[in-house]
């Protein structure tokens, strides 16, 4: 029932909750020390000490194809609806309540595909992983690649994850911990004065716009 800023800091919330229930929790989760010795998912070679990237790239695809299609039905243009204009769209008889819950489930239902997969990758994995900074990268890489784009949160994952690797370098030659998180930050703040709506916006990366964007360089070479 709630709206706007209201939902997500209530969202946020939340998820801190969880965090600290699921920590005390330790005849579950076994606390802070969390669960280990995780069976990894084996490879094509029948081995499982290291997890092939096979099955995280089928079920990358599997979602990609589902989040699309979800999309494109009916209830993904309500969806699209209640994210530009909330009264509007209660308006145009979309039930908020529904179909909120409803993007709510499917988030939770990848996100625990996304955790699985964490898990088997890394033989272990604990409470403590999944805290406020965990969520925050997340939002964040969603926010750069742009709010109502598929695509673009996947070239944002890229960059962010390459980016923050490649400056560890600043670190090791300024000799300052943590450089690169003000470098990046600077980065980001110039991304989000620039590109108000992400990189992508609410564009799609298809092979027919990429096909379009070729054809043109080669019309202004010639």
Do not use: C
């Not at 992983?129 to 926010?143: C, E």
């Not at 709010?147 to 949160?153: A, D, K, P, Q």
């Not at 004065?193 to 564009?203: P, V, Y």
């Amino acid at each position: 029932k709630l709206r706007g800023d209201y939902l997500a800091v209530a969202s946020l919330g939340f998820s801190e909750i969880l965090v600290i229930v699921f920590t005390n929790l330790t005849p579950i989760t076994n606390g802070a020390t969390g669960l280990s010795r995780i069976p990894t998912l084996m490879n094509f070679m029948g081995t499982s000490s290291i997890m092939s990237p096979f099955w995280p790239m089928v079920f990358f695809l599997a979602t990609l194809l589902i989040l699309r299609k979800f999309i494109d039905s009916s209830y993904g243009r309500a969806l699209k609806a209640i994210r530009e204009d909330e009264i509007a769209a209660e308006a145009m008889g979309i039930n908020l309540q529904t179909h909120k819950t409803l993007s709510f489930a499917i988030g939770a239902f990848f996100a625990a595909i996304a955790g699985g997969l964490l898990a088997a990758w890394g033989t272990s994995i604990n409470p403590v992983q999944f805290k406020f900074i965990f969520t925050y990268q997340i939002l964040l890489i969603v926010v750069i690649g742009g709010m109502g784009s598929l695509t673009g949160s996947i070239l944002a994952s890229f960059l962010y994850t390459f980016g923050m690797e490649r400056m560890r370098i600043l670190d090791d030659l300024s000799g300052i911990s943590g450089l690169r998180m003000v470098v990046f930050s600077v980065l980001l703040i110039l991304v989000v004065l620039f590109f108000r709506r992400g990189i992508m916006g609410t564009r799609e990366l298809t092979w027919e716009s990429i096909s379009r964007l070729f054809q043109r360089k080669k019309r202004e070479v010639s």
